[in-house]
């Protein structure tokens, strides 16, 4: 920036022909010039170094996103298919009023969120409370809990269909012994939703009690120690210490789950690939065969942009809330 | 000692449920050692008659592990350093440029995160169709490196927030310009952040399913997430096989999980703090 202002000095300098007045007038106008291109030059200079990541982001992310909500209001076949018809929010009235298997998904979709949140929160809190314990081997536990969340969801999904072999699975092996007709884990269309919302608990659990467990170790021992000395015990400490402070942690716990709830896909897809009869079909893989197996581009796009507009329903009131936190 | 009896208890309730969180593993493991003959003639809990080590290797040479494994670390190779490159020069503009619309734009990153990919699928398979990057890894890692950027962002940014202004003083008397203040002093100082991220990226980059499975279609090229789907598709009778391949996909992922267990803790931590 420094080169810039010294290059237009010198262009005045050689500038002797005019007369003295109006060469001290353009020199303090120019001055003037320069100066303010350095502020600008100043204030550009983030954008230079955010460009790439910019460029990407719009490219990649944001752009497609917009795009996608522009293509929910047309009817194509095929994604690069030359014919779009524009149908305004026909798509979406469709949906609504036609298609019963995007009802069903809704469905599972708050299902499978209620029970994260009901089921998986409280048993991830509870763990994160034994662990929170000084114990021998503490490293351990948190370790075997934590580790299934590094696998990816097609690998716990191959090692859960296994599990649920129908013949030679382990569950139906273990009901056998206890002479139970075999079930249908994956294949009775009442349960199988359940089924696979057990595998992905299974490797989801251990990431929210590391949150909890985080949140735990903020909690300072001052209120423990007063509480000690007014003669409560540890239940009571529990309950009127331990859980109301973690408030803000049931917070990033509850909207990290609520995302994931909401965007599930790999899973069920390779456990049941939305079936029994379509019975565990979600937004993110009903939208999926929509768009790729029907050529339903349109219809595909409306599905993706109500799982937009529910995620960030909560995501923008959650960042700004993190925002305004990390500025206290 | 009035607590000893508590303390047992807590012991066998925690061993329990340890024990319980393993099960899957262990099935895993003693079915990948199996031979097909011994899976079918006894029950499934019952420890292999004799250990199949050989399985690993034919999954690995026949059922063409060696190459999905091989192309989804030459992806993280590439995509991981360069996408964090990427991230780090923004959150530095962001952070340590005094730059005016530091907040919106830090929120207008951090809310990619929320997007899911269906979101962003059909526009990104038109505009890699019309590049003619579909079924190359160029067109992968592209896209991979943009949803990369929010989390990427969210760890550095709060990191460089936290490293003292003084430093940037002192690089800027002695005559540092941007760039060099980016790579010699606030990237080694950030080392912590960066290499919690390197991991996390890693297993991220190593575990993606779905976008894998639109972008690329040669088998071939396949990641290791879709290529144990297709290799799975391929066995689906040979159950010992099959999961020796899935254990053999899961090795790198915990081997660094065992080496770096503290940074996963921390990245965790990092994020919660925002």
Known sequence: ????????????????????????????????????????????????????????????????????????????????????????????????????????????????????????????????????????????????????????????????????????????????????????????????????????????????????????????????????????????????????????????????TLFYSMRVFDIIYAMTGGGPSQSTQVLGSWMYYQTFNHNNVGIGSAISVILLIVVMAVAIPYILWQQKKSHV | MKKQPARVLFYIFIITFGLVWLIPVFFLTITALKSNGDLFSNPLYALPSKYHFENFIEAFNEGNMIVYMRNSAFISIIKVPLGILVAALAAF???????????????????????????????????????????????????????????????????????????????????????GLFFRIILPVAKPAIATLIIMDFLATWNEFLLAQIFISSDNLKTVTTGIMSFTGEYSTDYPLMMSGVLLSVLPVLLVYIIFQKHFVKGLGGAVKG
């Open chain 2, 93 to 179: 503009g962001l952070t340590r440029l005094s730059f005016k619309w530091e907040k919106p734009f830090y929120i207008f990153f951090i809310l990619g995160m929320t997007i899911p990919f269906q979101a962003c699928l059909v526009p990104l398979v038109i505009m890699l169709t019309k590049a003619n990057l579909m079924n190359t890894y160029v067109g992968l890692i592209f896209i991979y490196i943009g949803f990369g950027i929010p989390f990427a962002m969210l760890i550095l940014t709060g990191f460089f927030k936290g490293i003292p202004r003084e430093l940037d003083d002192a690089a800027r008397i002695d005559g540092c310009s941007d760039l």
């Open chain 1, 1 to 256: 920036m420094g080169q810039e202002s010294n290059q237009v000095d010198t262009s005045l300098e050689l500038n002797t022909e005019r007369p003295l007045e109006v060469k001290k007038n353009n020199n303090l106008k120019l001055e003037i010039k320069s100066q303010r291109r350095l502020k600008l030059q100043r204030s550009l200079k983030p954008f230079y170094f955010m460009a790439p990541a910019l460029f990407i982001y719009l490219m990649v992310v944001a752009g497609p996103a917009f795009y996608t909500m522009y293509l929910s209001f047309f009817e194509t076949n095929g994604i690069n298919a030359a014919g779009k018809v524009f149908i305004g929010l026909g798509n979406y009235i469709e949906l609504f009023t036609n298609d019963s298997v995007f009802i069903t998904s809704l469905k599972n979709n708050i299902i499978w969120t209620v029970c994260s949140l009901a089921f998986n929160l409280t048993f991830a809190l509870m763990l994160a409370l034994m662990l929170n314990r000084s114990f021998k081997g503490r490293t351990i536990f948190r370790a075997v809990f934590y580790f299934p969340f590094i696998l990816s969801n097609i690998v716990v999904a191959m090692i859960w269909v296994w599990l649920y072999h129908p013949n030679i699975g382990l569950f139906n092996e273990i009901l056998s012994v206890f002479a139970i007709e075999p079930v249908g884990w994956l294949s009775n269309p009442d349960l199988a939703l359940f089924s696979v919302f057990a595998a992905s608990s299974w490797q989801h659990v251990g990431s929210s009690m590391i949150i909890f467990l985080a949140g735990l170790q903020t909690i300072p021992n001052e209120p423990y120690e007063s509480a000690k000395v007014d003669g409560a015990n540890r239940i009571q400490a529990l309950w009127y210490i331990t859980l109301p402070l973690l408030r803000e942690t049931y917070i990033i716990v509850f909207a990290t």
